[in-house]
DNA sequence: CCATCATTTAGAAGATTATCTAAATATTTA
DNA sequence: TAAATATTTAGATAATCTTCTAAATGATGG
């Protein structure tokens, strides 16, 4: 949870991510998109790496970047648990018996 | 959006988020559950709140702090952007009118 | 094999952050 | 009004973070 808030906290790195969004790109087409030299770049992937944000795969010279939003559940489940219970009626009974005095 | 990653990305302030979810807490509680001088946690207070995420009430000597969830929202919707669109089958027709020919 | 291209690693500088102690403000109570 | 309580503000220090330049690594093409 640590690594991945971190990892968050950075307008450069939540841009990777959007860009992601719509396909891979390697490490250079990343960059050429920011104003800001590669090494820097290349740090913040690093960050989203290890927050497990993202994935690399290396093909040849160029190393592939890719979003990897297994993560993302984790993080959507923490805001959850915010979000007051609605009583919201259930689209379908989820138990079947006999039903109690008080439902 | 800034303000909002920034104030989660410290795990003090995020327990801070989870014990308010429980009810509203004066200044002094929220201090008493931390290893931590007050105002220290005076100064986590005021970074949750430049980032909307608690509302402070003075009532007499005490503050009390309460959650605001209404910035929340804003955060699912930038997390939710990331999820792939499930095909899932509309529950009810939103819109009614002739059914086109491709319906 | 050497030059070039893509990317990372290393190391440094400056900015930001978390935390502390000391002091200030504001409210209640004796 | 003075003492006590709740909380914040101010200022300092140490740690962490962002970004840079220079150099290293690894793959490709002549």
């Known amino acids: 949870m640590n690594s991945l808030f971190k990892a968050l906290n950075d307008s450069t790195r939540r841009e990777i991510l959007e860009m992601l969004k719509d396909g891979d790109m390697t490490a250079g087409d990343i960059a050429e998109r920011f104003d800001m030299t590669k090494p820097s770049i290349s ?33 959507l489940a923490w805001f959850i648990q915010f979000k007051p219970a609605t009583a919201e009626k259930p689209r379908i009974r989820l138990q079947v018996g006999p039903r109690s005095i008080t439902e």
């Open 43 to 75: 740090h913040h992937l690093d960050l989203l790496k290890q927050a497990d944000l993202v994935a690399s795969v290396k093909k040849g010279q160029f190393i592939y970047y890719s979003l990897n939003m297994t993560v993302m559940d984790e993080i």
